[in-house]
T-cell receptor, first 113, second 113 residues
Framework: DGGITQSPKYLFRKEGQNVTLSCEQN?????MYWYRQDPGQGLRLIYY???????QKGDIAEGYSVSREKKESFPLTVTSAQKNPTAFYLC????????????FGSGTQLSVL | SQQGEEDPQALSIQEGENATMNCSYK?????LQWYRQNSGRGLVHLIL?????REKHSGRLRVTLDTSKKSSSLLITASRAADTASYFC?????????????FGKGTMLLVSP
């Protein structure tokens, strides 16, 4: 089945630690996105990538980093510079980056120990 | 920055009733989309309406768009308990040559049997 796979489902971070969230898609989509969702809030864009080896900062990129070495994969690293990382992280993809519909993964809940 | 604002924040109805949610936005858009999110899960795309369209239907869903008022509404007819979820509007706007989606904070819909 085609889709987007996020792992792990739950992740715990210690103070000063970097953690990486995985996002893989087999939809052959060019564009991929990372959103952050806080309780009772909408989604805020962290980073997006229109094509391989290219990515752009979203509205809240500080404290996060990404890479796009393969079309299928768009991992997100939450660095120690992100002081409030506890949130639900959603990865999404679209056929191209033209603002058409997004396909979402099932999310990763990140908490701080 | 959050572009869309949904209203109401929460809505509680009985099965069989209709549910109406509204979305207002601030800047010009290419399209507006509605998504559904069950608790702790990823978002699922429901419907997309382009800026030159006024109304669109999909099954029990009806979406309207009024670009002069910068607003949209989502109507779910004959609601079911399974429709219980959060509903988000998202607007697609051009930003530095790219088009990304900006999400509102959502409406929580509770449908009681």
């Amino acid at each position: 089945d085609g889709g987007i796979t996020q792992s792990p489902k739950y992740l715990f971070r210690k103070e000063g630690q970097n953690v990486t969230l995985s996002c893989e898609q087999n939809l052959n989509h060019d564009a991929m996105y990372w959103y952050r969702q806080d309780p009772g809030q909408g989604l805020r864009l962290i980073y997006y990538s229109q094509i391989v080896n290219d990515f752009q900062k979203g509205d809240i990129a500080e404290g996060y980093s990404v890479s796009r070495e393969k079309k299928e994969s768009f991992p997100l690293t939450v660095t120690s510079a992100q002081k409030n990382p506890t949130a639900f992280y959603l990865c999404a993809s679209s056929i191209t980056g033209g603002g058409e519909k997004l396909f979402f993964g099932s999310g990763t809940q990140l908490s701080v120990l | 920055s959050q572009q869309g604002e949904e209203d109401p924040q929460a809505l509680s109805i009985q099965e069989g009733e209709n549910a109406t949610m509204n979305c207002s936005y601030k800047t010009s858009i290419n399209n507006l989309q509605w998504y559904r999110q069950n608790s702790g899960r990823g978002l699922v795309h429901l419907i997309l309406i382009r800026s030159n369209e006024r109304e669109k239907h999909s099954g029990r869903l009806r979406v309207t768009l009024d670009t002069s008022k910068k607003s949209s509404s989502l109507l779910i007819t004959a609601s079911r308990a399974a429709d219980t979820a959060s509903y988000f509007c998202a607007t697609a706007s051009m930003n530095s040559g790219y088009s990304t989606l900006t999400f509102g904070k959502g409406t929580m819909l509770l449908v009681s049997p």
